[in-house]
């Protein structure tokens, strides 16, 4: 498999991972809308550091997992059991108040975003789990060129999801827990998708 493959899988992962309202959007959205989008600009990018570096950490501890367990069909059942587990926590999860942007922060942005991306430590969990499912299907993280295109496709793709954010904040500001209601199903879906996907592979 060649590099543009990473990166555009782990591009494509990371994007629909960093759809769902969290800490990071929100913040990017508060910022956008109290200071113009160069501010949640400036939030996304330091944001995208700590997306690159946690999830080259991960992807260079999967070596841990693969050392004392047989991966290739003990992880294929636990990913489609976590699949559908996810998938049905996301569809009927009830979405919680969004607040309304508040003022001004103290701190530089970019700095503010690199804080906020680096106390979102779910991430590496997220990466181990996905790394070793997609090692299950035939991808290698040995060489350390693949794992950092494969983490740079992750800071793109989060990068992205935060540009919709900064896009259209002025626009989902009064709906943001409408939009939060329904990214929950669509993210729900996705993983009930993948779970089948997964179940048809162990047949």
Known sequence: MNLLYYLFVSLVISFLGSLPIGLISLTVVQRSVAKGKRAGLMIAAGATIMEFVYTFIALKSLDLFAENIEWD???????????????????????????????????????????????????????????VWLQSNG?????????VNFSLGS?????????????????????????????????????????????????
């Not at 069909?73 to 607040?99: C, D, W």
């Not at 991808?139 to 794992?147: A, C, P, Q």
């Open 73 to 131: 069909s003990y992880i294929k059942i636990i990913s489609t059991i976590v699949f559908f587990v996810l998938g049905a926590y996301y569809f009927f999860k009830q979405p919680t108040e969004v607040s309304k942007p508040t003022s001004s922060y103290d701190y530089f942005d970019f700095f503010r975003g690199f804080m906020v991306g680096f106390m979102n430590l779910l991430i590496v969990p997220f990466w181990i789990f996905i790394g």
């Open 139 to 147: 991808m290698e993280f040995i060489d350390n060129t693949y794992i």
């Open 155 to 203: 800071a793109i793709g989060a990068f992205l999801a935060f540009l919709l954010y900064i896009w259209f904040s002025g626009l989902i500001e009064d709906r943001l827990n409408q939009i939060n209601k329904y990214t929950n199903k669509i993210f729900g879906l996705l993983f009930i998708a993948l779970g089948i996907f997964q179940l048809t592979q162990l047949m």
